[in-house]
């Protein structure tokens, strides 16, 4: 599980380390995956690395918030967090009610058995803290609630946490929305948040089976493109992009603004000129057209509720007739009954991952995206469309203002600036989520050795190391067993 996943495609054999850009567009190439500059995934180990003890410094809890892409980061860091502390990792919980009212819990969106079973060179994980005998009697821990810093270090996990973690023999730490910090010192930690999001986090089998029959008829009729259309009530809100909508339109999103984001002035027009407003699907689609794509494009839309209505979804269907969601290319009862829920928003995920482009129109704060991002490259270095909202918005504004001449040879320009799906050097504020080179990738004739890829027997050598700290650990539990036995007869006798 940990090794190279078998489905990648072929890879190309160059050497090349940095950013793959293309020189030109076309349109046939893009349906392909990006240059992979030589670079394949690879996120097991490659140094020495121990397999868990059994004799952990105690349980850890964790409640991890937000949507089902925030939750997914958070196990992440759950589990990195449980091997930085030698603890036992208690199954995340998903706290779906405060965003979707979703109560699935981690049970009705992942496969369980096989999260445990992929982490069993890493985590000891166990699904509730397990009930202790003490002088005769029955005994449950009781975690000690804490509330870690936001993006912790790792000397915070190994002070103040395990301290609470030893004297109380459990801590319950939440929320867990990005309560570990994301860039790390050690390569090894990250490729562990590697194998936790690309091989443990594996949705049921039925929102497998559900997301393949999506993929499977939007391919009937060849290539397919799948866009996350972030033009919802919550990112615009929080963008402060009001002015294209109605007076009514407006006092709802600033209401939900005021209720739900500190208070900031946010001038449209400023805001506008620097990229920060949500593209319109409008835009989308004159993005997607310049770039030479044509009205017989399929298109999968993987979306919340867009506000403002159709008004401003009829120009995007004249340009692209062909959209589809998951509604309605899959009519099932179990989606359409949480069509806004965490089996959705798995449904979308695993379509966006599969498809053959995938284009975030709002990837700041968007983790759908994000993560899509990260995995995508991950998958196979599959081609992405990312915007460049700062360098398109003069354009779109020329165009507003009636300067249309050059249009679409200026998007183009601004396009072919942008990665697509290659490897690429990591710029904060890009997330690891986002993108995990060089760490979770590796060449088989690097240039530095710390690139070169694991041993292809690593899974076997893993298995050994884990049989062998088992083994001896039986040894030194019977020898303590028999000491206790012996002195205990003495003392009879």
């Keep these: 599980m940990i090794c190279t996943i078998a489905f990648l495609i072929n890879f190309t054999s160059n ?3 940095g950013s793959v850009s293309r020189s030109k567009l076309n349109v046939e190439e893009l349906w392909e995956s990006a240059d992979s500059g030589g670079w394949r995934p690879s996120s097991a180990p490659r140094s020495e690395w121990l397999p868990p003890s059994i004799g952990s410094n105690g349980f850890l809890r964790v409640r991890c918030n937000g949507g089902l892409n925030q939750q997914r980061t958070a196990i992440c860091n759950a589990v990195l967090a449980a091997r930085i502390m030698n603890a036992t990792l208690v199954l995340p919980e998903l706290d ?8 699935s819990g981690f049970h009705g969106i992942y496969d369980v058995e096989h999260f445990i079973k992929a982490l069993k060179y890493d985590v000891n994980i166990v699904e509730s803290i397990p009930e202790i005998k003490k002088n005769g009697k029955t005994k449950k821990i009781k975690a000690l609630q804490i509330r870690p810093p936001r993006d912790a270090s790792v000397s915070w996990y190994t002070t103040e946490a395990l301290k609470k973690m030893k004297e109380h023999g ?3 730490l939440t929320p867990f929305s990005h309560r570990l910090a994301e860039e790390i010192d050690n390569p090894e930690y990250q490729r562990l948040r590697c194998r936790v999001n690309y091989h443990a986090l594996r949705f049921k089998p039925q929102i497998m089976r559900l997301s393949q029959s999506i993929v499977d008829k939007l391919r009937t009729q060849g290539h397919f493109m799948s866009i996350h259309l972030r033009f919802e009530m919550d990112m615009l809100a929080f963008a402060g992009c009001f002015d294209i909508f109605t007076p009514a339109q407006q006092r709802i999103l600033k209401k939900y603004r005021d209720d739900n984001f500190a208070p900031k002035k946010l001038i449209y027009n400023e805001r506008r000129a620097i990229g920060k407003c949500p593209l319109t699907p409008e835009e ?20 919340g509720e867009l506000f403002g209505g159709e008004k401003f979804m009829k120009p995007f269907r004249s340009l692209f007739p062909h959209l589809e969601n998951h509604n309605s290319v899959e009519q099932t009862d179990e989606l359409a009954g949480n069509t806004q829920g965490l089996l959705g928003s798995a449904v979308d995920y695993m379509v966006c991952l599969l498809s053959d482009i995938f284009m975030p129109t709002y990837d700041g704060p968007s983790n759908f995206a994000n993560n899509l991002l990260g995995h995508r490259l991950y998958y196979g270095f599959r081609t992405t469309l990312r915007p460049d909202r700062k360098g398109l918005a003069p354009i779109f504004i020329d165009r507003e203002n009636g300067k249309t001449a050059g249009f679409e040879e200026a998007v183009k320009k601004v396009m072919l600036q942008t990665n697509f799906g ?3 050097k990591r710029i904060p504020p890009e997330s690891f989520y986002t993108n995990p080179w060089p760490e979770c990738f590796c060449q088989m004739s690097p240039k530095n050795p710390a690139d070169r890829c694991p ?7 893993l298995n050994d190391q884990l049989e062998s700290q088992n083994e001896k650990e039986l040894r030194n539990d019977t020898e303590s067993s028999n000491v206790l036995n012996s002195s205990v007869s003495a003392e009879e006798r």
């Design 422 to 424: 290659g490897p690429h």
């Design 96 to 103: 779906a009610n405060s965003f979707w009212h979703d109560d």
């Design 455 to 461: 041993p292809n027997n690593v899974l076997e050598i």
């Design 284 to 303: 989308v689609g004159l993005i997607l057209r310049a770039l030479g794509f044509d009205n017989s494009t399929r298109i999968y839309l993987a979306a």
């Design 170 to 172: 459990a801590i319950y």
């Design 15 to 17: 050497d090349s380390t």
